[in-house]
């Protein structure tokens, strides 16, 4: 049988995309080829990464959406200001929004500091940029079918999508799946992590099965949790992790040299078939 429904919608939740970061690394090749592809066959996309303080701004032409920006995010009880701006990759027909705010991004690099340091906040900042990409999305009145997360700065939005916004319109039927790459972090995100997490239904309850100290791992099986489908984007990813997919029988697509066409049909299996 067919799907009931035919994934059109996809929103990718991407830690680094090229052109933007100086490096082109396979990871930021792969998150480029992606929306291109989809993009280019049919598909409605929409991108979003952070806007860190290596982007030339001028050099890619990214400027700020007003009407998108302005919304105040609360962690932790403070008040962080949401800034978006938008580029387009003019070769690839791919429009990238940006989240911008001037303490989590701002100057910043991406993990690590000038002095390859993890930043302390890394957990608040990829905090940050989920909560701000999907009221963003819920702003355009947009309605994915797939969210597609790559990253580890992604990693808080299948937990977000299936508590705190599991009854938003723009949300409700959406299926999450989680990209794994090789990646690491080096340090955990601080004791104050599962706190920060905190927002609407997503209680801490719900992590109280996690470790205190959330490091990289762990960071990663909550994404796994909260995801429907889990792709395996590097040759090499870390056992644990497959391993913790596999015994969880969540569907996975293992690694592939036509990411993007697999990707294509691994998104259709997801949905319900009409018998």
Request: glycine share 6%; aromatic share 12%; hydrophobic share 35%.
């Amino acid at each position: 049988g067919r799907p009931m429904k035919e994934p059109k919608r996809i929103l990718f939740i991407s830690q680094e995309i090229n052109p933007y970061l100086a490096e082109e690394t396979p990871i930021r090749l792969l998150n480029r080829q992606l929306p291109e592809y989809f993009q280019g066959h049919g598909y409605e996309t929409r991108t979003f990464m952070p806007k860190f303080g290596e982007i030339n701004e001028r050099r890619n032409q990214l400027h700020e959406v007003i009407r998108l920006s302005g919304m105040n995010l609360i962690i932790n009880d403070t008040d962080h200001p949401l800034i978006i701006k938008v580029a387009s990759i003019q070769s690839a027909k791919v429009q990238v929004y940006f989240i911008d705010n001037d303490d989590y991004f701002g100057k910043r690099l991406m993990e690590k500091d000038e002095q390859g340091e993890d930043y302390p906040d890394n957990g608040e900042r990829a905090i940050f940029f989920a909560r701000g990409v999907l009221e963003t999305v819920k702003k355009l009145r947009w309605v994915p079918d797939i969210i597609h997360c790559q990253g580890w700065m992604s990693a808080v939005v299948p937990l977000y999508v299936k508590t705190a916004y599991h009854d938003e319109p723009s949300f409700a039927e959406a299926k999450v799946v989680t990209s794994l790459f090789t990646q690491k972090l080096d340090k955990d995100l601080g004791e104050d992590f599962k706190q920060c997490l905190e927002f609407r239904e997503t209680t801490a309850d719900l992590l109280k099965g996690y470790k205190d100290n959330f490091d990289f791992t762990e960071l990663s099986k909550l994404a796994i949790d909260y995801s429907d489908g889990i792709v395996q984007s590097d040759k090499l990813v870390d056992k644990e992790l497959l391993t913790y997919t596999k015994e969880k029988n969540i569907p996975f697509l293992g690694y592939s040299e036509n990411v993007a066409e697999a990707c294509e049909d691994f998104y259709e299996t997801l949905f319900p078939t009409e018998e």
